[in-house]
Nanobody, 118 residues
Framework: QVQLVESGGDSVQAGGSLKLSCAASDYYFNNCRMGWSRQAPGKERMLVPSISRDSTTYYADSVKGRFTISQNKAKNTVYLQMNSLKTEDTAMYYC????????????WGQGTQVTVSS
C-alpha cells in the first residue's frame, strides 16, 4: 500500500523554525522523486522543494536559503527544515511523490498545517 505520512506542523512566530517529516512507503522512497508542496487558503498548491533518489534538490525561489530538504534512506523519511519563517509561509504542507509509473503526477499525503504569526 502506498503511503505518505506527514508530521511536524505547528504554529510559530515569524523568524522561527520548524522541521517537517514525511514517512514514505518503500515503493515511493525507492522509486520516486519526493517533494513538499504547500497550499495557502485561496491559492494553488505549489511545489516548494524536491529531492531525487540521487539527492539532487530543487527549491522554489521563495524558500531558497531558508528551507532545506533532506532524506534518511534508512528510515524512508524525507524532511523539510524550515528556518527564518515568514507569515507568507503559512499553508498546509503536503508530502508528494512523483513517480514515473504514474506519469509523474504526484501522490499526496494528508498534509500538515504550518501557521506563522507576526
Amino acid at each position: 500500500q502506498v503511503q505518505l505520512v506527514e508530521s511536524g506542523g505547528d504554529s510559530v512566530q515569524a523568524g522561527g523554525s520548524l522541521k517537517l517529516s514525511c514517512a514514505a512507503s518503500d515503493y515511493y522512497f525507492n522509486n520516486c522523486r519526493m517533494g513538499w508542496s504547500r497550499q495557502a487558503p485561496g491559492k494553488e498548491r505549489m511545489l516548494v522543494p524536491s529531492i531525487s533518489r540521487d539527492s539532487t534538490t530543487y527549491y522554489a525561489d521563495s524558500v531558497k536559503g531558508r528551507f532545506t530538504i533532506s532524506q534518511n534512506k534508512a528510515k524512508n523519511t524525507v524532511y523539510l527544515q524550515m528556518n527564518s519563517l515568514k507569515t507568507e509561509d503559512t499553508a498546509m504542507y503536503y508530502c508528494a511523490a512523483y513517480c514515473r509509473s504514474n506519469g509523474y503526477r504526484p501522490y499526496w499525503g494528508q498534509g500538515t498545517q504550518v501557521t506563522v504569526s507576526s
